[in-house]
């Protein structure tokens, strides 16, 4: 039996989503493929108060529409400060095309006179795998952290240039893409879910 025919669509037309999940899942024996294979496809509305409701939302319904495995997550910044804002709100904290660079100023400007010890924050990711049939599995994974005074690095995309994880000196968009890969929430619910996928891709094999 083989599996390395296999395709799955990750649920995102993301560059930078893409290149990291790309980087992730190097290794599966799988073809990946993403939303910007699928023009056809319209993005899914992320309407759930959760970032698991989001993800499975996502998932489920590019797996029925592609009628193949799909992957999707839902991941966003908690910052305690601000009772766990931006959170499933994080991609359009600050308007609904709002831009990295726009949110991050936002985030700035609420936490602008906290002091390092006050500005807590995590990173968290969950994501979902869904077969045509609707069948899904989940994992979850969580960097903690601090937001930075202003923004530095040119690495990743999102929030990275003003998270600082836990035992780091340098933000996430600072360490590159190597040890972000180790530490990052979706790398953290990425090992968790290896056991998982590879189930999922037998199971689509017969």
Request: net charge positive; hydrophobic share 35%.
């Amino acid at each position: 039996m083989t599996t390395e025919r296999t395709e799955i669509i990750l649920g995102t037309r993301n560059q930078g989503k893409i290149a990291e999940f790309r980087s992730l899942l190097r290794g599966t024996p799988a073809k990946l493929l993403s939303l910007q294979d699928f023009p056809q496809i319209p993005g899914v509305v992320e309407d759930g108060k959760t970032f698991q409701e989001n993800a499975e939302k996502k998932a489920v319904t590019l797996a029925k529409k592609a009628r193949r495995l799909a992957l999707s997550d839902d991941s966003g910044l908690e910052v305690d400060l601000l009772g766990g804002r931006p959170g499933v709100f994080s991609a359009r904290f600050s308007g609904e095309n709002a831009t990295d660079r726009e949110n991050m100023r936002r985030v700035l400007g609420l936490l602008d006179h906290a002091p390092w010890e006050q500005r807590g924050a995590r990173f968290v990711c969950v994501i979902c795998i869904a077969d045509p049939k609707g069948r899904t599995a989940f994992a979850t994974g969580v960097c903690k952290g601090k937001i930075g005074f202003e923004m530095r690095g040119r690495h990743g995309f999102g929030y990275d240039p003003i998270f600082v994880p836990e035992g780091q000196t340098l933000t996430m968009a600072e360490l590159g893409q190597e040890i972000k890969n180790r530490i990052s929430h979706r790398a953290i619910a990425m090992e968790r879910f290896q056991d998982v996928l590879k189930t999922f891709i037998c199971a689509e094999n017969g």
